[in-house]
């Protein structure tokens, strides 16, 4: 919203000065109104389901995902909470047993139904809920069931066709003879194998229902199917296949002392109110549509939160990828440490650094526009040259690359002239000690001489004659970053005009170097000529020095980073 706001108060900024206005734009007045109205938008958009249930995404009725790669990762997704559900139906499974074993006559083939229901769910309760700590082994089977869809599935159907079975069998088995009407008043007879109260049987087949439903992970057309096949047993018994248990149970309520059976006026009462098996039809019917329902709907929440999760992963992921181009982007155009200075705090400001001792050096090639360029039709208007000078400049760059120049930072090319700098990156490090001007200013003619061998290789194979003309000087300076749109990293003081004399003062083909620059140098084995002056613009006559050879710094700098490796063979020879 902050940034919103700043964004609209700068377009009214700019009307306010007398700017042309731009298309759509906002007075201060209206500005929390647009700030509000582009927050709900983006909140009604991010909340909105229709934009994952389109006809592109998902089925309306299957709710599958139409892509099949997408469907693939839906059903890999682990289910943690799968040994919870299988809990659940195990305690919907009692309370059944619990139902028929206390309420309903008992049978033996009740008892050993129940008996091997209770066995074979049990096992599968532990071992999906084993822990490593129970055991070891059932841990990698219930990791499996966890993270497996097809056992999931598998074992869901299972312990549902089981508790339904256990639901059903009692019905199956019971009796109820016509000729001795059921007595309900009498304390029940464990040896009674009559069914004293039907009504149970529906209640059950209505749990075991719901233990169906308990799966939520469960594809809902598995769960509709099981259901419906249930309810349609259910009926089938109560009005075709058991119909006498519940006719005598309603010929009891209706004539609770004459024990009428089967009589004409039995019927005719039984027309004015709701049978038994009628309203046991009907809370089936409606439990069955209610579960149904309820299935869809956590399914169909279920996938949206997957495509939403995706969504966003997708988002995170193009965002990432995002900031990491734009981290290459900036770390091109911005040092290491100033890039990561604007990254982290997130925004633009004014940046800049105070260095007491830093090194800056401008190599130039003077020869080639005067000489080399030019805009005919032979080099296609000079683009020809541009690429010349361009795989140059690329040349000095993969220099910069190498680990000896790590303290050295480009600045910046123009035209023909690259102007580098030493010493800008804060705690340098160099061969493992910290870094300070003299190693910055070795560095640096180093880098000046690996320039002229590249630029003596570049002339080797495109028969050229390019020279550079280079300048160095050190001293304090100021480095930052200017500009809030293409920000461009700079640096400036005295320190960097001399360097800048140094080599436009020079001579083609040599390194001329401050009085100072060179006492510092010399003790590191650097050979200069004499001293000589030159006339600097607005500083007079300066004394300077240009290099000799480079010999003697390479050889000494070849010993100093090698004197373990020498010291350790000299030793073994010895």
């Not at 056992?151 to 066709?161: C, D, G, Q, S, Y």
């Not at 309810?231 to 006498?244: E, P, T």
């Not at 140059?392 to 910046?412: G, P, R, S, T, V």
Request: hydrophobic share 45%; with cysteine; proline share 3%.
């Amino acid at each position: 919203k902050q940034w919103y706001q700043r964004r609209v108060r700068a377009r009214c900024t700019r009307v306010s000065l007398g700017a042309r206005p731009e298309p759509g734009h906002v007075t201060p007045a209206g500005l929390d109104q647009e700030v509000n109205e582009h927050m709900r938008k983006q909140i009604e958009d991010g909340r909105s389901e229709k934009q994952w249930v389109k006809s592109e995404f998902i089925h309306r009725l299957t709710l599958r995902f139409k892509c099949p790669a997408m469907e693939t990762d839906f059903q890999r997704l682990p289910d943690n909470m799968f040994k919870y559900y299988l809990a659940c139906a195990f305690l919907v499974f009692l309370f059944i047993g619990a139902i028929q074993l206390c309420i309903l006559p008992i049978e033996t083939i009740t008892v050993a139904s129940f008996t091997s229901a209770l066995v074979l769910l049990s096992v599968a309760v532990v071992v999906a809920m084993a822990t490593p700590r129970f055991c070891e082994c059932l841990k990698q089977f219930s990791h499996l069931i966890s993270e497996n869809y097809r056992v999931r599935i598998v074992l869901a159907i299972f312990t549902t066709l089981v508790v339904y079975i256990i639901a059903i069998v009692q019905i199956v088995s019971c009796k109820c003879e016509d000729k001795e009407p059921c007595d309900h008043t009498s304390p029940r007879d464990p040896e009674n194998k009559r069914c004293d109260y039907p009504m149970y049987f529906y209640i059950s087949g209505m749990l075991a229902m719901l233990c169906s439903a308990v799966f939520l992970k469960l594809d809902h057309i598995i769960k509709d199917i099981l259901m419906v096949i249930a309810v349609l047993i259910y009926i089938v018994i109560m009005h075709f296949g058991r119909k006498d248990i519940f006719d005598a149970f309603d010929n009891f309520l209706l004539f609770p002392d004459d024990k009428v059976i089967n009589t004409n006026d039995s019927v005719e009462a039984k027309r004015e109110i709701l049978m038994l098996k009628e309203y046991g039809t009907v809370y089936l019917l409606m439990l069955a549509l209610a579960l149904i329902a309820l299935g869809f709907e956590v399914e169909r929440t279920a996938r949206m939160d997957f495509l939403q999760r995706r969504h966003a992963a997708q988002k995170k992921d193009q965002m990432e990828d995002f900031k990491t181009n734009n981290g290459i982007l900036l770390r091109n155009l911005l040092p290491g440490h100033v890039a990561e200075h604007f990254m982290g705090c997130g925004k633009i400001g004014l940046y800049h650094d105070d260095y007491s001792n830093a090194g800056v050096m401008f190599a130039s090639i003077p020869n080639f526009f005067a000489e080399f360029y030019a805009e005919n039709d032979v080099n296609n208007n000079g683009l020809e040259c541009m690429r010349v000078l361009n795989e140059i400049i690329a040349d000095f760059d993969e220099l910069l690359e190498k680990y000896k120049f790590n303290c050295i930072e480009k600045i910046k090319t123009i035209g023909a002239t690259y102007m580098v700098a030493a010493g800008l990156t804060p705690k340098a490090v160099y061969d493992g000690a910290d870094t300070d001007l003299d190693v910055y200013l070795c560095n640096l003619c180093e880098f000046a001489f690996a320039m002229q061998d590249c630029i003596k290789r570049i002339n080797k194979h495109s028969f050229n004659n390019f020279q550079l003309r280079i300048g160095i000087n050190h001293g304090s300076l100021v480095a930052g970053v200017i500009g809030a749109t293409k920000p461009q990293y700079d640096i400036w003081g005295n320190t960097v005009n001399v360097a800048s004399r140094m080599e436009s003062t020079g001579k083609i083909g040599k390194i001329q170097v401050t009085e100072e620059s060179s006492c510092v140098l010399e003790p590191y084995g650097f050979r200069f000529e004499p001293v000589h002056t030159v006339n600097v613009k607005g500083k007079g006559t300066m004394k300077a020095r240009f290099f000799n050879r480079k010999e003697g710094y390479a050889c000494l700098i070849f010993i100093v980073r090698n004197f373990k490796y020498i010291f350790l063979l000299f030793v073994i020879l010895k």
